[in-house]
């Protein structure tokens, strides 16, 4: 499943818990994918606190806590990661990650806490929502096969990594626009790990988010390769490091911001890294005065491409970028009626 359409379940799944038709849910995916900050996303937009349990780090004890005597009876320590609605809040999420690096033994102590929200005496507060995470067994972690009765205490979704989520999510978290520029020009690059060679880098969602780190502390020295390879592996390293070098002969893009005629580069590379750069600046533009303008002149320019799916594919990001207020330029309904077969095409 796409990781928009998984924030869409999770998203109802969170408000779900104070209705009370809350299922935990367990989402599968190769290392580097996303699943962990999806979740964490879910409680950010939610304005509400995540616990992280690292269910792989821990012993049956640390869930169920430590026995104590009171007169001729044991007491049982109520673990204080656990939520507690005091301490913590009455709404929030619950996240077991690492749930199939756990030994047995652990994931057996989180049946009932995943179930039926309990752990002896202890209680779930009922507006927490209950997810967790883990590697499929062929992605070479380490990884416990799932034993059924806790799988079948969850609803489970495979997570599969998707070009046009991470490029809105690049785009609302400011990635380097000449990193997103090359995922465009290299769709295959965004997630390829192969786990039967045991890369130690290799291209996921994850590692491109380093690489952007990479180009902002060594861009422009001898260093830059070096790293972009340890972030993404030596081949995605080698290659995004030369699409950006071939950046020198860029257009003016602001000239083009100011509405000037510049002509559309020949180099589909080049085209690409065009595209995502004019997204990137219609986004920084978003809520200014000179808005509307801006954007008019970048809608403008994406219909002179020689080839309108890239015009489609730069309006399309734009709007993901800026929201429902490119409707409203000018521009726009020129731009939508000489491209509506290409759109009718593709739908």
Known sequence: MRPAQLQAVLDREFISAREGHHTPVMLWGPPGVGKSQIIAEVATRHGAPMIDIRLSQMEPSDLRGIPFRIDNRVEWAIPSMLPDSERHG????????EITSAPPSVSAAAYQLILDRRLGAYEVPAGWAIFAAGNRQGDRGVTYTMPAPLA????????EANLDDWVAWAYGNNIDERLIGFLRFRPER???????????????????????RALQKFDGTALLL???????????????????????????LDAILRGEQVEVPREVDLQYAVASALVGRAARAKGGS??????????????RFPLREMGVMLVSDMHRAIGQQLFSVPQFSTWANAVADVMLYQK
């Open 290 to 303: 000179d808005a509307r303008e801006i954007h008019g002149h970048i809608l403008d320019y994406a219909s």
């Open 226 to 252: 070096a790293t972009l390879q340890a972030c993404v592996g030596p081949a995605a390293g080698l290659e995004l490091n030369a699409f950006v070098e071939n950046l020198d002969r860029m257009p003016d």
């Open 190 to 212: 965004l997630f390829d790990f192969d786990p039967a060679h045991s890369p130690v880098a290799f291209p996921s969602p994850r590692s491109w988010e380093f690489a952007h």
């Open 90 to 97: 009455k709404a929030g999420v619950l996240f077991l990650d």
């Open 152 to 159: 079948n205490r969850f609803s489970h979704f495979e997570i």
